[in-house]
Structure formats: C-alpha cells, structure tokens
C-alpha cells in the first residue's frame, strides 16, 4: 500500500521512472537535478503533493482549509503541552515520550532559554522512555568547507561530551562490546557510558580516515 501511495504521489513527475520494483521508495532522488545545497530545482519534482503546496493551495478554498487545519494542529500541541507543564512541570525539558537529559545549545540558536527539547543542539542527551534508551543528537546542518573543519567540530562535541562525564562521575572508560555482537557504533544505548564510548569510537574513526578533502561533484 505504501508504495502504490508514493507511486500515485509521483505519476505526473517524469523521475518517477525510477520508482520501481528494483529500488527503494523515492529512488528518483538520487536522479533528480539539485541545486548546490543538495535540494530538488525548482519546478522538477511534480509530485502531487508539490502541485498542491506550491500552487493549489494559494486558491480559495484550498487556502483557507490549509490555515483551519494549522490552526487545529497548533491548538492541539499548545494543549498537549500544558498538560505536559501541570504534570513535570515543564514540557520542554520532559514529556511522556522523551526527557531532556544534557546537551549544549548551537550558536546558531537563537530562542533565549535554557538548551531544552525546543533548541538546535549541538549535542543533546535525550531519554527514550518507551525503549528505555538513551539517544545522543547530533546536530549535522552544519556546511563546513573541509574535512579538518568537520573533525573539528565532532571533536568540540566529543570534548564536552567527555566533561559533562567526568563532572557526572560517569566512567569514559566502558568496554565496547565487539566479539558476539554487532560490529558497528550506535547513537542509542541502554546506558550513556554505553553512549558516550560508542561516540568516541566514531569520532576517533572518522576524524582518522585517510583522506585529505571530501568528495565533490568535480570529483564524480
């Protein structure tokens, strides 16, 4: 059903070609013309949806549906998040779903509080209540221009990741369980020593690869 929704979505749109049996769902990205920030051209991606939100919905009525259904949406979280302040207390730090554990707020930021849920993190902790988990963000919008600048800035994260351990007394020392197991690092963990060491095995391991410049069009 899922793949006869995204094939309707896409019947007027000429990349559509590549959606096929043989491909996963929304192939036609990897071929569609972009523009230098990696973002489809204007005007080249038809989908139904595009049709709708680019030009359609400007019209009487369609316009005027859109803006009772944002205003049911945004009434419904400010509800929510009321019954999330009554019951933590603030619901930016805490709801039924996740908790705010730790995390330092992006200079480009610019909400005035406190580095909550609600803020562009560079590093953030967060508590998966339903798996029981602790899940480290990572904020990735970032357009550096080298490879050394990249490394950088994973080694400003692993840094005060590694601070907020110690001043924690949380261990930076944990095994890293390999033979038996998986052989691959994970943003989530039963434990944030579990966390943090497989954080610092990925940024040791990729701020070590052999390469001196990332991969450009001109490169391919």
Known sequence: MSKLLNNLNCIFCKYNKYNNDDNYAYACMDYIKKDNLGYPIENECNSLSNIYYDKIVRYFPFKQIENIKTKIVWEKEARY???????????ALENDKIKFIWG?????????????????????????????????????????????????????????????????????????????????????????????????????????????????????
């Open 81 to 91: 998040h009321e019954k999330m302040d009554k019951k933590y207390g603030n619901s």
């Open 104 to 220: 330092i707020k992006s200079a480009d930021d610019f909400c005035t509080g406190e580095v909550s849920l609600f803020t562009m993190n560079d590093i953030a902790i967060i508590y998966d209540k339903k798996k029981k988990q602790y899940v480290l963000e990572i904020e990735t919008a970032y357009d550096f221009e080298t490879y050394e600048e990249e490394c950088k800035y994973l080694q400003e994260c692993l840094s005060v990741f590694t601070k907020y351990m110690e001043d924690n007394n949380l261990r930076t020392d944990c095994y890293f369980k390999l033979f038996f197991h998986d052989p691959k690092t994970t943003l989530s963990a039963e434990t944030i020593e579990e966390l943090y060491i497989n954080f610092k095995i990925f940024v040791e391991g990729f701020c070590n690869l052999k390469t001196n410049k990332r991969e450009t069009k001109e490169d391919v």
